[in-house]
């Protein structure tokens, strides 16, 4: 917000270019002599008042404001720009936390799943129904169970840092749902008062006066200037359409990711729905003896690695989606960001364009 508005000063800066400047002078002395035993001494006064404005300057002020206008917008466009990328690294850090705090839980359901497979492997054993090979498997799986909680935890507590961040405030209870810019030359009059003191006199005198200035060689400054210029335009010109480029990039991209997504979505959903009844069976089949202690230990991690599937896959639906939005310049809209008070900047170039506004103040 600060640099568009400093921005937007560039083109008070150039306007003043054309307007007037207008000054005023106040001078005074006073001299004395001795000459032959005689004093004598005199005092003046002399004020003055200068208006200076440019007729004309074959239109470069014009392209100064014109310029300095651009460089307003642009700085305007910036701070859409920056509200776009923060509110895009806020959508992340919160699905990161939401779909963290979803594997927390489900690596803990599957921590419990093993803990009962290991307590029901050791009483099979006990019975003579088991062998040391299924407790020590199930002892195994359980390990990696930990580990793999204990990593879900870790993430989640680095998710919750970069929320808290981007945000200011820890992570409370977070939902899964959601809705998607001189005409009179030099002159000088005054007023002029002198007397001696001895022999006291008064008086009054008054100038005007008128000086135009044509340039007829500059040492090659205007050739140069527009040499510049058109080079400056030609960038431009590419930028702008790399810039085209780099967006049209970001938004086949994010529709990609989105388009990926919902397949992932519905493979990962079908892969669950199977996985659980696959799972149901092989513990039946476990507790007939015609399955073993690994096929449900291998059951039940393809399960879950479905379940993950899951989650990641709308995890990176949401985040699609809102880049889609961003690519768009759509994120920083006012449905999505109503603090967003762009209109201030807006407000303070029209401000500082006034031309009285260097006699008053300007609010920041």
């Not at 680095?158 to 030099?186: D, K, M």
């Not at 005007?208 to 210029?229: K, L």
């Not at 709308?314 to 989606?321: E, L």
């Amino acid at each position: 917000m600060l640099q568009a508005k400093a921005s937007a000063e560039n083109i008070a800066q150039a306007l003043s270019q054309k307007r007037p400047t207008i000054g005023a002078s106040v001078s005074g002395n006073y001299n004395w002599s001795m000459v032959g035993g005689q004093f004598n001494d005199s005092q003046a006064l002399t004020t003055g008042l200068q208006y200076n404005q440019t007729i004309f300057d074959n239109f470069q002020t014009d392209a100064r404001v014109e310029a300095a206008r651009a460089g307003a917008e642009i700085a305007r466009h910036q701070i859409l720009n920056t509200a776009q990328n923060v509110l895009l690294s806020v959508v992340q850090a919160y699905m990161s936390v939401l779909s963290d705090r979803q594997l927390v839980a489900l690596r803990q359901e599957n921590l419990e799943f093993f803990q009962a497979q290991l307590q029901s492997a050791q009483d099979r054993l006990e019975v003579g129904e088991g062998t040391r090979i299924d407790v020590a498997q199930a002892e195994a799986r359980l390990a990696q169970g930990r580990a793999a909680y204990q990593a879900a935890i870790s993430s989640l507590e680095v998710s919750e840092a970069t929320f808290q961040r981007y945000v200011g405030a820890s992570p409370g209870s977070l939902a899964a749902s959601h809705n998607y810019a001189r005409l009179i030359p030099p002159g000088q009059v005054g007023t002029r008062w002198t007397g001696p003191s001895g022999a006291p006199t008064d008086g009054i005198s008054g100038s005007v006066g008128i000086s135009i200035t044509i340039p007829m060689y500059a040492g090659g400054a205007i050739g140069s200037g527009v040499r510049q210029a058109n080079l400056e335009q030609i960038q431009s010109e590419v930028d702008a359409m790399s810039a085209y480029d780099q967006i049209r990039e970001a938004v086949i991209s994010a529709w990609a990711g989105i388009q990926s997504a919902d397949a992932q979505i519905v493979a990962a959903n079908s892969a669950v729905s199977a996985g659980s009844e696959v799972l149901e069976g092989v513990i039946q089949g476990r507790d007939l003896g015609t399955r073993t202690t690994l096929d449900v230990l291998n059951s039940q991690a393809e399960l879950i690695n479905a379940r993950e599937a899951v989650i990641n896959a709308s995890t990176q639906k949401v985040v699609a989606t809102f880049s889609l939005l961003s690519a768009t310049g759509q994120l920083a809209g006012q449905e999505l960001c109503q603090s967003l008070r762009i209109e201030e900047v807006v407000d303070y170039t029209q401000t500082v364009e006034d031309v009285w506004q260097e006699l008053r103040t300007v609010a920041d």
